[in-house]
């Protein structure tokens, strides 16, 4: 699967560690997300359905329970 080339910062990034944020990039059937200090690490590659999902359940949980979803366990 190729990646999006198309690499864009969240609105949320501003100036200072506006630097040290998630990067996404997208098209019809792929949505891309990488860390914008490694960007030559693979990115997390997802169907465009899945992740229109998964932001969907991420909007609509409380937020301690969002937090829970995006959360890595180690």
């Known amino acids: 699967m190729s990646t999006p080339g198309n690499w864009r910062k969240s609105s949320y990034s501003g100036p200072g560690d506006g630097n040290s944020c998630v990067e ?3 098209d ?3 949505v891309a ?3 914008s200090k490694t ?3 693979t990115p997390l590659v997802f169907p465009a359905g899945a992740f229109v999902a998964f932001i969907d359940a991420l909007k609509e949980a409380p937020r301690s329970a969002a ?3 995006v959360r890595f366990r180690g």
Do not use: E
Request: glycine content about 0%; cysteine-free; overall charge negative.
């Open 67 to 69: 937090f829970d979803l």
């Open 24 to 26: 996404i990039a997208d």
């Open 28 to 30: 019809l059937t792929q």
């Open 33 to 35: 997300i990488r860390d």
């Open 39 to 41: 960007p030559a690490r």
